[in-house]
């Protein structure tokens, strides 16, 4: 039997352990899971590329669990009554090679790559930043912000997005949080003088929000927006003036910034950092910038969570997804049974 979980089942597991207990758990399984790198198959993801979008598979495992994602990413679909992003998630059983759990992770996805960010901030921010700017107020919006509120003492977001109804969205879905919420009229009112900056567009095209001198020193960037080829959010000068840490270089180097200027310029993989391998933030004057594409290793880290949380509640349907025979090798005799 495999446990199926749906979007309401997902709903009720945030609802049982609260959001912000659900983000430390899964920023505790990602540093774990990235401190053991090696331990890892890993591989980019591979994507199909259609004029509309992109569709890809992303798989990882060690020698426990397989994972893999359905994901999309089609940035006209709102303007359908879509989403930008929706994502199915399996995780099985390497002994066996039997599936445990299918669910929903176009929420998942969302909390993790909000997780992920903040999990590069523990290494990459200043430890008292207080002030956050978000570009971008789209789906993902909320969930990188109330998870690096989670983590860091904010005092103020500021926010700005192109589209006036998408920044109404967010103020109503944030109000009442304890930090000031500041609507802007351009990228540079917002970026200017914010510790944390972060950069979520969805516009597949070239993109340079802001340069060098928009920005104070000792800010912290994560830039998501830029996730498939031809799709940036900064330019190369910006890229060349900054540490940039990514996750998996094979994957980063084709969709994410860095895809513009080459591997000379990464700094480390985000691995390397949990590791100590090499030091994250140097001094409080530095910038840094974590070039955030998504990677197969985040998805297995909340897969693995959410399997464990879903059996302890009892969220979730079993399913028979997978036949059961008395004779293994007699699967024809399953029609005539």
């Known amino acids: 039997m495999i446990k199926i979980l749906s979007v309401t089942d997902v709903r009720k597991l945030i609802q049982i352990i609260g959001l912000k207990n659900f983000f ?11 401190g053991r790198w090696n331990k890892f198959i890993l591989a980019p993801r591979y994507g199909m590329y259609f004029p509309d979008g992109v569709i890809e598979l992303m798989p990882c495992a060690d020698q426990q669990l397989y994972t893999f994602k359905y994901v999309n990413g089609y940035p006209g679909n709102p ?10 998630g399996l995780l099985s059983d390497v002994d066996n090679g039997y599936p445990l759990m299918i669910t929903e992770m176009t929420l998942l996805t969302a909390f993790r790559t909000a997780a992920t ?28 912000v109330l998870a690096f509120a989670a983590f ?22 944030l109000a009442g949080q304890k930090f000031r919420l ?16 972060i950069t979520a567009t969805a516009a597949k095209k070239r993109q340079s929000l802001f340069e060098i001198e928009d920005i104070s020193p000792g800010t912290y960037i994560h830039a998501i927006g830029g996730d498939s080829p031809g799709k940036t959010e900064l330019s190369v000068e910006f890229l060349n003036q900054v540490k940039v840490v990514v996750e998996f270089k094979p994957q980063s180097l ?10 000379d310029l990464i700094y480390a993989e985000l691995w390397e950092l949990v590791c100590n ?14 070039d955030s594409v998504g990677f197969a290793l985040e998805d297995y880290s909340i897969l693995r969570v959410v399997y464990e949380l879903a059996k302890q509640h009892r969220l979730g349907t079993e399913s028979a997804l997978i036949p059961e025979l008395n004779d293994p090798k007699d699967l024809f005799g399953l029609l005539s049974s």
């Not at 758990?25 to 990235?34: G, K, P, V």
């Not at 303007?79 to 199915?88: C, D, F, H």
């Not at 921010?125 to 971008?136: C, N, P, T």
């Not at 001094?283 to 974590?290: A, G, H, N, Q, Y």
């Open 24 to 34: 430390k758990q899964i920023i505790s399984a990602l540093e774990q899971d990235f």
């Open 117 to 144: 960010g903040v999990l590069a901030a523990k290494y990459l921010a200043r430890e008292d930043a207080k002030s956050l700017a978000i570009i971008g107020t789209g789906a993902q919006a909320e969930f990188q």
């Open 254 to 263: 084709v969709e994410g910034e860095v895809q513009q200027c080459g591997a």
């Open 277 to 290: 391998n090499k030091p994250g933030r140097q001094d409080d004057r530095e910038i840094t910038l974590f």
């Open 79 to 88: 303007l359908k009554g879509k989403l930008t992003v929706v994502a199915l």
């Open 182 to 197: 500041i609507p802007c009229s351009n990228i540079i009112d917002a970026v200017r003088d914010a510790d944390i900056v």
């Open 152 to 173: 860091f003492q904010l005092e103020e977001v500021r926010f700005f997005d192109t589209d006036p109804q998408a920044m109404v969205k967010f103020s109503r879905n």
